[in-house]
């Protein structure tokens, strides 16, 4: 599937997919570091919480970046919200599946897969009420307009504004919760952030391509 990037003028997004990249980069090299098996990644950021909220804040600030960038690229004005679900959701459906085809082979090629679920909780928490509260959480979605369904979507939908949350999340519950549930779902949204720079990368070659033979 192909999209035709050679009216729009990619110059526009390039402060902005700067940025992302160095957000990116600079988690990539602590997620470089969390072992492939989910038990033992647990245990990793359960001994280094402070990475894990740092890493956390700032992958989840790239994907946006990476994804308002996109907006830009194909001359729409980003929306003003940190929730990746709705960014995503609002580019056009070509541009979302041919996101999700490239994700899907990527993402297959990854050693490391494992996701987090992460529960904030006011008092220590059973193992029996830790997935209970992960479960009732959980956000399902539907497979894309062509059936796929990589997991990326699922990834997007749970990881929503958690970005205000990962960020204030030494401040403490508020509003008298008694818990919150936090998806980390590093390996989703490094490889999408890698996808989405790479259509932004082609947008850049094509657009220079039609202005040569202009």
Not at 22 to 36: C, G, H, L, S, T
Request: hydrophobic share 40%; glycine share 6%; proline share 4%.
């Amino acid at each position: 599937m192909h999209f035709d990037f050679k009216e729009f003028d990619p110059g526009s997004a390039a402060m902005a997919v700067r940025t992302a990249r160095e957000f990116r980069r600079n988690v990539k090299v602590i997620f470089d570091q969390v072992p492939a098996n989910k038990d033992l990644a647990a245990a990793h950021f359960g001994a280094n919480t402070d990475l894990m909220i740092f890493s956390a804040t700032n992958l989840i600030f790239a994907a946006e970046l990476f994804l308002k960038s996109l907006y830009l690229v194909i001359g729409l004005k980003p929306p003003q919200n940190h929730n990746l679900w709705k960014l995503y959701t609002g580019l056009p459906k070509k541009l979302q599946e041919i996101i999700e085809g490239n994700f899907g082979a990527k993402f297959a090629a990854l050693e490391n897969k494992a996701s987090l679920h992460i529960v904030h909780a006011r008092a220590q928490l059973s193992q029996e009420e830790f997935e209970s509260a992960v479960s009732s959480e959980r956000k399902p979605v539907k497979p894309n307009a062509s059936g796929s369904n990589t997991g990326l979507r699922q990834a997007l939908k749970e990881t929503g504004d958690s970005y205000q949350a990962w960020r204030y999340l030494f401040q403490g519950l508020n509003n008298g919760r008694r818990q919150q549930v936090l998806h980390l779902h590093w390996p989703h949204l490094d490889c999408f952030c890698g996808v989405v720079d790479d259509i932004i990368l082609n947008a850049q070659k094509q657009f220079a391509e039609q202005h040569r033979l202009d």
